[in-house]
């Protein structure tokens, strides 16, 4: 059996760390060999740093257990101990972004969750089904900031996991999207722990969540663009007009979606073909087969009442998104609802995804 490459987790006490530590306990490429965390963490067993906060409805797993937490902000303590780091740190984003080069600069690679770098352009926003080609911007990256080993890479927001596959896939049939109207309904996990106050959340419904509508519309012409002499220029298209809201559902976000096809209405595709295009669709994380990556990334319902958070957030893994209530929109051509599983697509297993693409691409040879 092949030995497995040691990796780090920054921020594995948190909400999305605690994701990796638990789905990593069996990932047949990667073995966590390091966490870190804030000073408040620092020095204590892994077991004690998140006693009376494991959020994850199974045992902490026993590899991790006794490792003892180091200070995320100690870049030194990590060299040697693992090839490269998964970010899941919550920080103010300038800290966030020095530390991300701090490490990439100290010759470890970071996969980060965190949005600190996702503006940057020589740095990818990847989800591995629509857009690897953005990979070959790291090359540049590392020259311009002097890095032999280091680089970072990222993954987008959360809120936009549902609808991005089911929209690229569509792009990539021939039917590009002129204008789109996402109204999300987001989970509380979403927020971290302990979050949005329980008070404000039962029976309830928070119609606002700090930056992440501006993120949202942004990010989804960072992620369709393309890669121009070492850095990506973004898409023009769509324009995206984005309502997010916090919603008391444990885990998965959901997207009700109206789009405006950028095509003469006789080439505009039909139902039929749509749902063609969207149970066909398979990329490159398929032909890799690479162990996270779903085996039809999107998944369609025909129940009049689905998708919906408990029943289908975690469809393939919870890697899958699943789309449902696909019919015509009397204002836009078309309407839909997404869901993805936002602290596994959306996040932890979301990152694992990446780095494995970026293993299969030989990005971490020579760390292990
Ligand atoms: N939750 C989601 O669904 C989701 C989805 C996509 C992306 N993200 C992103 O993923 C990141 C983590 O989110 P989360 O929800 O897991 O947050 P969280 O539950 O608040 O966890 C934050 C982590 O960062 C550590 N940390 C906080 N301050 C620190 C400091 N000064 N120095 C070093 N470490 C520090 C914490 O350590 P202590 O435990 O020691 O305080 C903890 O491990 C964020 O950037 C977030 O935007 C989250």
Redesign the pocket.
């Known amino acids: 059996m092949q030995k497995k490459i040691p990796v780090g987790v ?8 605690q994701r990796y530590i638990y789905l990593l306990a069996d990932h047949p490429w990667f073995e966590v060999a390091y966490v870190a ?5 620092a020095g204590k067993p892994y077991c004690e ?1 998140v006693q009376n906060r494991w959020l994850i409805g199974s045992d902490i797993p026993a590899g991790v257990s006794e490792l003892i937490v180091g ?3 100690d870049v030194s303590a990590a060299a040697g101990k693992c090839a490269f780091v998964f970010s ?4 103010d984003k300038e ?2 972004k020095a530390l991300e080069a701090a490490y990439a600069g100290a010759g470890i690679p970071v996969v980060s ?3 600190a770098n996702r503006w940057t352009d020589d740095v990818p926003m990847l989800i591995p089904e629509i857009n690897p080609e953005h990979l070959a911007v790291i090359a540049e990256q590392k020259k311009h900031h002097g890095w032999d080993k280091g680089f970072i890479a990222v993954k987008p ?2 809120s936009l996991q549902s609808y991005m596959i089911p929209l690229f896939a569509l792009e990539r049939a021939g039917y590009p999207v002129k204008r789109m109207i996402v109204t999300t309904l987001q989970a509380v ?5 302990p979050g949005v106050p329980s008070f404000d959340m039962i029976d309830n419904i928070v119609p606002f969540i700090s930056g992440e509508e501006e993120k949202t519309e942004k990010e989804v012409l960072k992620i369709l663009g393309s890669v121009k002499d070492g850095r990506i220029e973004a898409a023009r298209a769509p324009v995206v007009a984005a309502h997010c809201n916090r919603v008391p559902v444990i885990d998965g976000h959901t997207a009700c979606v109206s789009l405006e096809f950028d095509l003469p209405d006789e080439k505009k595709p039909a139902l039929a073909e749509i749902e063609r295009v969207w149970t066909s669709f398979r990329a490159l994380p398929q032909e890799l087969s690479l162990p996270s990556a779903p085996l039809s990334p999107i998944i369609v319902r025909h129940e009049e009442n689905r998708p919906q958070p408990r029943r289908d957030r975690d469809a393939d893994k919870g890697m899958a998104v699943t789309v449902g209530r696909l019919r015509p929109c009397p204002v836009f051509d078309i309407r839909f609802v997404a869901l993805s599983h ?2 596994k697509r ?2 932890a297993l979301g990152g694992i995804l990446n780095a494995e693409l970026l293993k299969a691409k030989g990005f971490f040879d020579g760390l292990y």
């Open positions: 920054l921020g594995a006490t948190g909400m999305v760390g965390a804030s000073p408040r963490s740093a200070d995320a902000n899941a740190l919550e920080m800290s966030i969750n965190a949005s927001n959360c996990s979403g927020a971290g722990y936002n602290t959306g996040a």
